[in-house]
C-alpha cells in the first residue's frame, strides 16, 4: 500500500476483509472508507474481478476490485481507486487526437482522390474534348490516344472509333466531291448508292458467295475475326458497304455459330456495321462433298488451264446438289414478301443456284457471276454433269465473266452441250423461253481507296528498310507476291525464275530479296497439300544456293496475311510479280498498282490473267517462260523512275475509270435493263 499509496492519478488503495471490515488503506482516502462500498460487498460474494464509477468524497472515482484468496477461499479484497476525472481527461485526449488523424486521413485522401481523378479522369476528359475539337475544327488527324487500360479505356475505344468513321465520312465526303468536280466518269462508293437506290426504290440487294467476307474465330477462349484472303471478298465488300443488303454465305469459321442471332445473322463489318451477314450451316460431309470435292477438285482445274487433273465424283456432285438446294432454301427465305428481289450470285459453287431460284421465284432478277476463266467447249465437256450445270446457270438472267473470250467459250460450249438458241450479236442464249445475257464484267478493286477507320487508324507503314530489318536481313531491292498458296498461281515457277535471274545477274545476289506472302488455302486436298510441300521445298533450295549470313534470295511468309499487313509490302516494294499460269482476273495485281502512291516500283504480270486484259502497263510475260520472266526482274529492277511513272500513272487511271462501283453499277444496270426488255 506504501509503495502504491503515492502513484500518479491512483486515488488510493483499500483492503476489506469478508466482515466488511478495513483492513489497510493509504491515507488520502479519508474516513468515510471506512466500510466497504456495496460494489465491493458484491465482488467478494460473488468472487468476481471487476470496476465501476462511484462519488466518494465529494468526487468521482473509478475503483477496481479484486478478490483476494486465503486457502482458496475468498479473504477479502483489494480496491484501487482512481481519479475518473483523469480518465474523462484520457478520453477526451484519444477523441481529440483521433479526430486530428482523421481530419488528417480524410485530407490526404480527399487530395489523393482528386489528383487521380483529374490524372485519370478530367484530364484525359479534356484532353479528349480538345481532340475532338480540334477534329472538328480541321486542325487535327491524328488518331487519339490514351494510355491502355485505363478506366476510360472502353469510352476512349468508342469516341476513338467514332472519331475514325466522322473522319473518314469527311474525307469520303470531301473526295467524293472531288471527283464530282473532276468530272462523272468516274464511279464512287456515293455513285453507286444512288444508282442502286434508284434501281431497287429501296429494296435490300442479296449477295450470296459460298466465302464469307468475314469470319469469326476461337483465338484461345476469344473471338476473334478475320477476312478471308479471297479475291471475291476483296472485290464485293465496297459494294455491300455502300448499297447495304444482305451477304448470304458458308458460315466457315469455328466460332462462327457463337455471335449470330436466332436467324443465323450478324451485322458487319464488326467494327462499324454496314450491311447484313446471313451464314449458311453446312456439315463436315456437305463441306468436304461440295466444296472440297465437286467445287474444287473437280470445277477449279476443269475451268483453269493448269494441267491439274480434274476429279469428278457422283458422291460430290450430289453434296454439290444439295448444297445448292440449301442455299436457295436460304435464299428464299431472305426474299419472301420483297418483290423483284435482285440476287447476285457469286462463282462456281453455285452454277445450280440460278435456275433453283427462278423456278420459285420467277419474279426475281437473278445474276451469276462466274470468278474464274470459262474453258473451251472440249475441255468442259469432260464434266459429266456439264448440261446440268449448263442448265442451272442459265436460270439466270445474267451471266458474267471477267472477259469477252471466257463469254465465247461459254457461249460455244452451251451451244454444243444444249438445246437453246443463241444469239451471237447481242450474247443472249435463249433456252425453253427464257433469255439470259453473257457479258464481260472485269472486276476490280475500290479504287480510289476512300479513307476508312481501319486505314485512319494504321500507324506510318515500315518504309523498306525498315521491312528488311524486321526480316532480319540486309538488301536494297524488294519484291513481292500476295497469293493463296495454289497450283493455279504459279508460285514455283515464279521462284525458279527468280533462281534464273540471280543466276543470270550475279551482282543483284546480295541485294534482291523477294517476300511472298502466301495464305495456306484447300489444305485438305491433296494437290494443294502437295504444293504446299513444293513451295517450301524450292525456298529452301533456291535460299541454299545463294544465301549469306546477312542475306535470302527468297523469304515464305506461310500465313494468312491481314489487308493491313500486305499494304507495307505493296508500298515498299520495287516489284509485285503475278505469275498465274490462268487466273479469272488477279486482284492482286490491281491492288498493288492501287497502292502505290508514290509512283514508284513495277508490275510483273502474267499475260493469262484477265487484269493482263486492262493493266497494259505492267511487264506482260509468260510465267512458263522463265527466261523471260528472270529478263522482266531485271528490267523492272532497273526501269527509270520516269518509266516507272509513267506507267504506274496510265494504270492507276486505268484503275479509277474501270473501278469496282463501276463494276456493281454495270452488272445491276444489265439486270434492269433485261427487266425492262430492252435486252442488252
Ligand atoms: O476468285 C476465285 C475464288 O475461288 C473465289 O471464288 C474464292 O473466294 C477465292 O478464289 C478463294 O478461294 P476459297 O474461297 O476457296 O478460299
Request: aromatic letters at 10%; glycine letters at 6%.
Amino acid at each position: 500500500m506504501e509503495k502504491f499509496g503515492h502513484r500518479e492519478r491512483f486515488a488510493g488503495l483499500a483492503i476489506y476483509d469478508t466482515k466488511d471490515k478495513l483492513v489497510a488503506a493509504t491515507p488520502q482516502l479519508g474516513s468515510d472508507l471506512a466500510t466497504p462500498p456495496l460494489f465491493v460487498v458484491h465482488a467478494m460474494n460473488s468472487d468476481e474481478e471487476g470496476g465501476t464509477f462511484l462519488p466518494l468524497g465529494g468526487k468521482e472515482r473509478y475503483l477496481h476490485v479484486l478478490p483476494l484468496h486465503r486457502e482458496e477461499r475468498v479473504a477479502g479484497a483489494l480496491v484501487i481507486f482512481y481519479e475518473s476525472a483523469f480518465i474523462e481527461e484520457r478520453i477526451s485526449l484519444i477523441w481529440k487526437n483521433n479526430f486530428f488523424r482523421f481530419l488528417i486521413n480524410a485530407l490526404i485522401i480527399s487530395l489523393t482522390t482528386l489528383l487521380l481523378i483529374r490524372w485519370s479522369v478530367t484530364g484525359p476528359i479534356d484532353r479528349m474534348a480538345q481532340w475532338l475539337k480540334n477534329l472538328r475544327t480541321k486542325k487535327e488527324n491524328a488518331p487519339f490516344s490514351l494510355p491502355p487500360g485505363g478506366i476510360l479505356a472502353p469510352l476512349t475505344r468508342e469516341v476513338e472509333h467514332m472519331a475514325q468513321s466522322i473522319s473518314a465520312a469527311r474525307a469520303s465526303a470531301e473526295e467524293e466531291a472531288r471527283l464530282r468536280r473532276e468530272g462523272e466518269s468516274t464511279w464512287t462508293a456515293e455513285r453507286l448508292k444512288e444508282h442502286i437506290r434508284n434501281l431497287l426504290q429501296d429494296r435490300p440487294l442479296f449477295v450470296i458467295s459460298n466465302r464469307e467476307p468475314y469470319s469469326h474465330v476461337l483465338k484461345g477462349k476469344k473471338v476473334e475475326w478475320l477476312v478471308p484472303a479471297s479475291g471475291l471478298v476483296t472485290a464485293l465488300e465496297p459494294v455491300l458497304k455502300a448499297c447495304g443488303g444482305t451477304w448470304i454465305a458458308h458460315g466457315s469459321g469455328d466460332a462462327d455459330r457463337e455471335v449470330v442471332d436466332s436467324r443465323d445473322k450478324i451485322r458487319v463489318p464488326p467494327e462499324e456495321p454496314q450491311y447484313l451477314l446471313k451464314r449458311v450451316w453446312l456439315t463436315k460431309e456437305e463441306e468436304t462433298g461440295y466444296y472440297y470435292g465437286f467445287a474444287n477438285e473437280g470445277l477449279w482445274p476443269l475451268c483453269h488451264i493448269t494441267h491439274t487433273r480434274p476429279s469428278f465424283r457422283f458422291g460430290d456432285w450430289e453434296y454439290y446438289y444439295a448444297v445448292n438446294r440449301k442455299f436457295a432454301e436460304a435464299t428464299l427465305q431472305e426474299i419472301e414478301g420483297i418483290s423483284e428481289p435482285l440476287i447476285l450470285i457469286q462463282d462456281y459453287h453455285f452454277a445450280l443456284l440460278p435456275r433453283m431460284i427462278k423456278d420459285a421465284r420467277p419474279d426475281s432478277r437473278v445474276a451469276l457471276f462466274w470468278h474464274i476463266p470459262w474453258p473451251n467447249p472440249e475441255s468442259f465437256s469432260i464434266c459429266p454433269w456439264q448440261r446440268e450445270l449448263l442448265h442451272g446457270m442459265l436460270g439466270a438472267d445474267l451471266i458474267g465473266f471477267h472477259i469477252q473470250f471466257h463469254c465465247n467459250n461459254f457461249l460455244e460450249t452451251v451451244d454444243r452441250a444444249l438445246e437453246s438458241r443463241i444469239d451471237w450479236e447481242h450474247f443472249l442464249v435463249n433456252r425453253d423461253g427464257h433469255t439470259t445475257l453473257v457479258k464481260p464484267f472485269p472486276i476490280s478493286i475500290a479504287y480510289p481507296a476512300l479513307p476508312t477507320r481501319s486505314t485512319l487508324a494504321r500507324s506510318p507503314s515500315p518504309d523498306k528498310e525498315g521491312i528488311f530489318k524486321e526480316l532480319g536481313i540486309r538488301g536494297k531491292y524488294l519484291g513481292v507476291g500476295v497469293d493463296r498458296i495454289d497450283y493455279t498461281k504459279g508460285i514455283t515457277e515464279r521462284f525458279r525464275a527468280i533462281e534464273r535471274f540471280l543466276e543470270k545477274y550475279p551482282p543483284y545476289q546480295g541485294l534482291f530479296t523477294f517476300v511472298e506472302l502466301g495464305a495456306p488455302s484447300r489444305t485438305h486436298i491433296k494437290a494443294y497439300h502437295d504444293l504446299m510441300g513444293e513451295v517450301e521445298g524450292e525456298v529452301d533450295r533456291i535460299n541454299w544456293r545463294f544465301q549469306t549470313k546477312e542475306w535470302k534470295p527468297i523469304i515464305f511468309l506461310k500465313k494468312h496475311h491481314s489487308h493491313e499487313e500486305i499494304q507495307p509490302f505493296y508500298e515498299a516494294a520495287d516489284l509485285c510479280l503475278v505469275t498465274s499460269l490462268h487466273d479469272g482476273m488477279n486482284l492482286v495485281a490491281k491492288e498493288f498498282v492501287g497502292a502505290k502512291e508514290e509512283e514508284k516500283g513495277v508490275l510483273i504480270l502474267s499475260q493469262f490473267t484477265g487484269a493482263s486484259r486492262e493493266l497494259k502497263d505492267a511487264l506482260v510475260v509468260n510465267p512458263y517462260d522463265l527466261e523471260q520472266v528472270a529478263e522482266a526482274i531485271r528490267q523492272a529492277l532497273e526501269m527509270s523512275p520516269e518509266e516507272q511513272r509513267a506507267r504506274l500513272q496510265r494504270m492507276r487511271e486505268t484503275l479509277k475509270e474501270r473501278n469496282i462501283y463501276r463494276w456493281a453499277a454495270d452488272l445491276t444496270s444489265g439486270l434492269a435493263q433485261i427487266r425492262l426488255g430492252k435486252e442488252a
